[in-house]
């Protein structure tokens, strides 16, 4: 079965730092992968996704993450940390299953990130 | 709407008392999902809808829950004698289709607390 591994429960940054969240996985085939972010109070909302091609993917509010698959990782990156970033990160990975596919997602255990003024 | 939303935003119920919960997915989307997040366990699957059908219920934790979809729209999770294990966010999510490659989109969630 896949799994989701987000070594790090809780990180801390200044405003204006770069910021590196971590995620490793566990699948046998190639994986779908997702990063999702939560704000106190609110649903998930979809950072960027990787499913093919380039490893290097670009998203939402100027973040990124490198798909390595000898690493079995999907790193989360963002060269300057805004106040506004403040939240919990989720890391996801989706399966295909049989014949078809849908979106069942298993997710890591979040990281929540703090940023200082 | 505009998007996926999710009544009550809070709920307090005595063990042994029935809930329902209730899923607004965004209008035209066919594949509709329901998770749980809790401290203990994080966010987990509990079942996924296709239209009105169930193609997968794997996630649910018991015979004590129990979800449907009407009209290929509205979605409500319904669990019967809660636990206090039980307590926690339960989250909606909706996508336009049942692809693993489309966005799902999730609402703020429903906070349940059984006492």
């Known amino acids: 079965a896949q799994s989701v591994t987000q070594p790090d429960i809780h990180i801390t940054v200044s405003e204006g730092a770069s910021l590196e969240l971590r995620c490793n996985y566990s699948?046998?085939?190639?994986?779908?992968l997702f990063w999702y972010v939560q704000s106190p109070g609110q649903g998930l909302q979809l950072l960027l996704k990787?499913?093919?091609?380039?490893?290097l993917v670009q998203g939402i509010k100027g973040f990124e993450a490198e798909f390595k698959r000898s690493q079995s990782s999907f790193n989360l990156r963002k060269p300057s940390v805004h106040w506004s970033d403040a939240a919990e990160y989720f890391c996801?990975?989706?399966?295909?299953?049989?014949?078809?596919?849908?979106?069942?997602?298993?997710f890591g255990q979040g990281t929540i990130l703090t940023v200082h003024p | 709407g505009a998007g996926v939303s999710q009544s009550p935003s809070n709920k307090v119920t005595e063990k042994g008392k029935d809930v329902e919960l209730r899923c607004d997915p965004i209008?035209?989307?066919?594949?509709l999902y329901w998770y749980r997040q809790s401290l203990g366990q994080g966010l987990e699957f509990l079942i996924y809808?296709?239209?009105?059908?169930?193609?997968?219920k794997s996630g649910l934790p018991s015979d004590r829950f129990s979800a449907e979809r009407t009209g290929g729209s509205v979605s409500t999770l319904t669990i019967q004698r809660t636990q206090q294990e039980d307590s926690a966010v339960y989250l909606c999510?909706?996508?336009?289709?049942?692809?693993?490659?489309?966005?799902?989109?999730f609402g703020p969630g429903t906070r349940l607390t059984v006492l």
């Open positions: 999510a909706s996508s336009g289709t049942s692809g693993v490659t489309d966005t799902q989109y």
């Open positions: 990787y499913f093919s091609g380039d490893t």
């Open positions: 809808f296709q239209g009105n059908s169930a193609p997968d």
């Open positions: 699948y046998g085939a190639t994986p779908y």
């Open positions: 209008s035209g989307h066919t594949a």
């Open positions: 996801a990975v989706g399966v295909r299953l049989g014949g078809t596919s849908y979106g069942k997602l298993t």
